[in-house]
């Protein structure tokens, strides 16, 4: 996170990790489409000509908080902005020194799984490089707000609900259910992970008292000025298994 008083500016980074083709940047691409233009800047991408991320792809979101919203003094007319800037690590094995350099400065990560029986040992051993990448970074794993997705629901040979569940609750990080593809689940893995992240935040910076946004308030009122139209606390209730991010 940075912290800009005199800009009344914080910035926030997430990274989407995971696998080769897991869905990572269809993800970004979803959530770009999703979201208010007017909140959105311009999506980077650098891929090969068979669309494999190359480096990485940036998608910055701004949140501008009116001077009531963000309780800002009295003289003042400028409110707050919160900047979160949405990464996505190429997957590719050979890409690994890449994924540690963009993984640095993280706030939060959700790691996009790949549904597929035949994936299976290709998502353990992301996550193993993911662990591996924060302890170099001297990060412990449980200090990151992590949320999990298992995307390509709509394949035939994607594992069962059931198995989806039995993993879910094997662990204590939130899990979501994903189509990236049409959208679904994107946002609902994106919210997990800011709520996750803001908690974190706030506890760690009483950011509620320093920027005055009041505990809680963040995300709904994010959620509304990106003009998502559902309820933002079902999108995030969504998840099965683990703590879930509205527990934590
Ligand atoms: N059927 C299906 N295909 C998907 C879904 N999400 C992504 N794909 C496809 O999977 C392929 C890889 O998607 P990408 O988003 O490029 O994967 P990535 O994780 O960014 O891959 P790297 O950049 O190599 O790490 C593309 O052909 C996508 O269209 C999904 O939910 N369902
Ligand atoms: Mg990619």
């Known amino acids: 996170m940075q912290l800009n008083f005199a ?7 997430l990274v989407y990790y995971g696998p080769a083709l897991s869905g990572k940047t269809t993800n970004m691409h979803a959530l770009h489409r999703l979201m208010n233009e007017d909140c959105r800047g311009r999506l980077m991408t650098l891929d090969t000509r068979d669309d494999r991320t190359l480096f990485f792809d940036m998608l910055p979101i701004v949140v501008r908080l009116d001077p009531t919203e963000a309780d800002a ?3 003042s007319s400028s409110g707050m902005s919160v900047r979160v800037k949405v990464f996505t690590v190429p997957g590719q094995v050979v890409h690994a020194a890449t994924r540690k350099l963009v ?3 993280a706030d939060g990560v959700a790691f996009i799984a790949d549904s597929q029986t035949s994936e299976t040992a290709n998502n353990a051993a992301s996550f193993l490089d993911l662990r591996a990448n924060l302890k170099e970074l001297g990060i412990s794993t449980r200090a990151m707000p992590l949320v999990i997705q298992f995307n390509k629901r709509d394949l035939p040979n994607a594992r069962s ?3 989806l ?8 990080e939130p899990v979501y259910a994903a189509t990236a593809l049409t959208g679904q689940g994107v946002l609902e893995t994106f919210f997990g992970l800011l709520q996750l992240v803001w908690t974190k935040l706030e506890a760690e910076h009483q950011l509620a008292r320093s920027i005055g946004i009041a505990p809680g308030a963040f995300v709904p009122t994010a959620a509304r000025k990106l003009g998502i139209a559902s309820d933002v606390r079902q999108l995030i209730a969504a998840n099965i298994g683990g703590a879930g991010a509205g527990a934590r």
Do not use: F, M, N
Request: proline fraction near 8%.
């Open 165 to 172: 569940d039995a993993l879910a609750k094997r662990g204590r």
């Open 73 to 75: 003094p009295p003289d």
């Open 7 to 13: 800009a009344r500016e914080v910035t926030l980074k």
């Open 161 to 163: 609900a059931a198995e």
């Open 103 to 105: 993984l640095q400065g």
